[in-house]
């Protein structure tokens, strides 16, 4: 079973920042959080993925809280591209006991003109 | 750089007849996993293999299923006498293992359709 909770859907309007929370409770120390997402059809595609600090990169932001019990992916000016369905992960990130990928039901963004 | 690539995108076969679905990693790669996502459903993950290894195939169902990633050429997943039941699409996705950071990069998929 996924080991994160996420909202089943959630609609944003295009050029504002989407706000993509995740809850974690039962993160273990040495896991990571990683989020994916699946544009219609394709294959899963890597966003980010942190540990306890803030990350960004070229296609978004992730903010873990201090306790690491919940996180939030942003997007920051959402585009008509970015609709899809969105999976925060937990996870270890190396090593043979980190390899499979458990997905939850994830959120499915839309984003509207 | 190619990505994951998987053949052939799209499979049709009849009830009883074997699948065989290639997938080639990442140029570097030494990891593949498979994932299987059944219509209106999520992904699941079905096996992970190193080269000449399999590590984990606890998502692989008990009988007619296979998987391999021999020292040269692609990972394949074999199905053998198939039923509509597995029609389903099959992502691959690859690694480099302890090299990386625990990212996964996934191949399009294979659209199988059992008649």
């Known amino acids: 079973d996924a080991k994160t909770t996420q909202p089943p859907s959630m609609d944003c309007a295009e050029g504002r920042a989407a706000n993509l929370p995740c809850n974690h409770s039962t993160i273990s120390g040495n896991e990571y959080v990683y989020w994916y997402r699946q544009i219609h059809s394709q294959g899963p595609q890597y966003i980010i993925h942190g540990l306890k600090n803030n990350e960004t990169n070229e296609m978004a932001s992730l903010i873990i809280t201090e306790d690491r019990k919940s996180s939030t992916l942003i997007l920051p000016h959402a585009t008509l591209r970015d609709t899809a369905v969105y999976y925060c992960?937990?996870?270890?990130?190396?090593?043979?006991?980190?390899?499979?990928?458990?997905f939850g039901q994830g959120t499915e963004l839309s984003v509207k003109p | 750089n190619a990505g994951v690539m998987q053949n052939p995108r799209h499979l049709v076969r009849r009830r009883g007849q074997e699948a065989r679905l290639r997938c080639s990693p990442m140029k570097g790669h030494s990891h593949v996993y498979w994932y299987r996502q059944l219509p209106e459903e999520g992904l699941k993950f079905m096996v992970y293999?190193?080269?000449?290894?399999?590590?984990?195939e606890s998502g692989m169902p008990k009988e007619r299923f296979s998987a391999e990633f021999p020292k040269e050429g692609p990972s394949i997943l074999r199905i053998q006498q198939v039923v509509r039941g597995d029609s389903a699409a099959y992502f691959c996705a690859s690694s480099p293992g302890l090299a990386g950071r625990g990212e996964q990069f996934f191949g399009p998929g294979t659209r199988l359709t059992v008649l």
């Open positions: 992960i937990v996870r270890v990130a190396t090593g043979n006991q980190g390899g499979k990928l458990i």
């Open positions: 293999l190193q080269k000449e290894n399999i590590i984990d």
